[in-house]
C-alpha cells in the first residue's frame, strides 16, 4: 500500500504564488507518472500537470507559463510551483501518482492524495 502526503495549500491573494508538494510512502519500486489535478466546487476534477519517471512534462493550456511541475524520484516526491496565481485557480488540488510497482514485476497500481485547498482572493 502507498500514502500519499500532501502539503502546500492555503490562502494567497491574485498575483501571489504558492507550492503544493506530495510525498509518496510505502513499499516503492517505481512510479511511472505522477501529477496534479484539481475540482473547483460544481466543476469536475480536471487534469493540472503532469510528469513521467524521465521527466516529460504536460499542463493544462490555462496553467501554462505560470505552474511548473517537478519530482525528486529519490524521494519519491512531487511538487507543482504556481505562480501569478489567478482567482479561476482556487480549487481542491489532488496529487496523483500512475503505474505504480513495489516490485520489478508487480502489477501497478494508482494512487490519489487526500487533496489540499489552494484558494485565491482577487
Known amino acids: 500500500q502507498v500514502q500519499l502526503v500532501e502539503s502546500g495549500g492555503g490562502l494567497v491573494q491574485a498575483g501571489g504564488s504558492l507550492r503544493l508538494s506530495c510525498a509518496a510512502s510505502g513499499t516503492i519500486f517505481s512510479i511511472n507518472a505522477m501529477g496534479w489535478y484539481r475540482q473547483a466546487p460544481g466543476k469536475q476534477r480536471e487534469l493540472v500537470a503532469t510528469?513521467?519517471?524521465?521527466?516529460?512534462?504536460d499542463y493544462k493550456d490555462s496553467v501554462k507559463g505560470r505552474f511548473t511541475i517537478s519530482r525528486d524520484n529519490a524521494r519519491n516526491t512531487v511538487y507543482l510551483q504556481m505562480n501569478s496565481l489567478k482567482p479561476e485557480d482556487t480549487a481542491v488540488y489532488y496529487c496523483?501518482?500512475?503505474?505504480?510497482?513495489?516490485?520489478?514485476?508487480?502489477?501497478?497500481?494508482?494512487?490519489w492524495g487526500q487533496g489540499t485547498q489552494v484558494t485565491v482572493s482577487s
Open positions: 510528469i513521467t519517471s524521465g521527466g516529460s512534462t
Open positions: 496523483a501518482v500512475n503505474g505504480v510497482r513495489d516490485r520489478l514485476f508487480s502489477p501497478p497500481r494508482d494512487y
